[in-house]
């Protein structure tokens, strides 16, 4: 019988037993650890404002995706190591009600990035997982984690911009700045995949769970499928 | 041998990225066409108004947030650049520097240097060649 899935990739098929090569494919929702709001602090100077910038902001939950390329290898009858490449679209979404700054009479007649109320990045990542797989029957279980090192960073930003000749003296506008950037951000995971066939193949669906250490309440949860790269032998 | 060998060179290579291939400032800087408009005034001279064109460059600056911007031949600005392209310093409650890029291809900003005595301003466009 001929597979449904047949990549024709001999080559990944030479220790099989031990090596294996999947497609994973996944969306995720997230959402957070604590409240939503980022409590302000005081910070000791205006070169600071870099690391409080999202202060006095909600951020919000986001959808986005995943898909790429899984490597594993087992080194014992149940456990291996699993690693890849993986094209990861993470949202970011902050806001503030723009009142808030127009009251607060903080901002600028400039696009000041003091004057942002919005911000919303789309981080199109290339991250490399690491993670200990375990086997039991049909179940199998990873844990590790997920490492973001570069990104093609879509960031809008929604500003106030005062004119103080015009009534009422403030107006809103938005910009938006694009680029590579290096990230180097860590997703610890833990994620249970299922051994299904369909139409005679193995595919595993799995829940995972990943959470991000640099912005420390943000918890991914993902569903999708992963799919063995495999060839039967007829 | 080999898989230390690839590490080295994977940790080389990141490290390299982090000082200059993905820095997020790498978008802005370059050679620009600045149009620049400058006052001048102080209590024993002359009004200066003046327009002049300079070809000009936007560098990377001394610290890990900060950009050079040699806008005429007598003066290039080290500023703080943030991640939406503002562009501000403050030297002391009379000297500024504030701007934004308005895209990652052009630039505007406003320098200011005002005492007692005189002062100037100086109120600068920029085009990325």
């Not at chain 2, 520097?97 to 505007?108: D, R, V, W, Y």
Request: with cysteine; net charge positive.
């Amino acid at each position: 019988m001929i597979p449904l899935i047949n990549y024709g990739q001999e080559a990944f098929q030479s220790n099989q037993s031990k090596n294996q090569f999947s497609i994973q494919v996944g969306g995720y929702y997230k959402t957070f650890l604590g409240g939503k709001y980022i409590e302000p602090k005081v910070y000791k100077n205006e070169n600071d404002f870099r690391d409080h910038q999202y202060e006095g902001f909600d951020k919000f939950s986001t959808t986005g995706l995943s898909a790429g390329f899984l490597f594993s290898f087992r080194f014992h009858n149940r456990l291996g190591i699993t690693t890849g490449l993986i094209y990861f679209l993470r949202k970011e979404l902050f806001s503030k009600n723009q009142n808030d700054l127009i009251n607060s009479g903080s901002a600028s007649s400039m696009r000041d990035i003091r004057n942002v109320f919005k911000y919303d990045y789309s981080l199109n990542n290339i991250e490399f997982p690491i993670m200990v797989q375990h086997t039991l029957r049909r179940f199998t279980f990873y844990a590790g984690s997920y490492f973001a090192v570069l990104t093609y960073k879509i960031a809008k930003y929604d500003y106030i911009v005062y004119n103080y000749l015009n009534n009422p003296p403030w107006t809103t506008a938005d910009k938006e700045i694009n680029g590579f950037e290096l990230l180097l951000k860590l997703f610890p995971t833990i994620q249970i995949g299922y051994e299904v066939k369909i139409l005679n193949n193995k595919m595993y669906p799995y829940l995972a769970f990943y959470y991000a250490i640099k912005n420390k309440s943000d918890l991914y949860i993902q569903l999708g499928i992963n799919s063995p790269l495999s060839i039967k032998k007829k | 041998m080999k898989k230390i060998f690839f590490l080295l060179l994977l940790g080389s290579l990141l490290w390299s990225c982090k000082k200059n291939l993905f820095d997020y400032r790498n978008k802005f800087i370059g050679d620009y066409n600045f149009l620049v408009h400058k006052t001048a005034w102080s209590l024993s001279g002359p009004f200066i108004d003046t327009t002049y064109s300079y070809q000009g460059r936007i560098q990377i600056g001394s610290a890990s947030d900060k950009i050079f911007i040699n806008f005429s031949e007598i003066t290039s600005m080290e500023t703080y650049i943030y991640e939406d392209g503002t562009v501000s310093i403050s030297f002391s409650p009379h000297q500024s520097l504030i701007g934004e890029f308005e895209s990652t291809k052009a630039l505007k900003f406003i320098l200011s240097n005002n005492g007692l005595g005189g002062g100037s301003n100086y109120t600068v466009s920029g085009r990325k060649k």
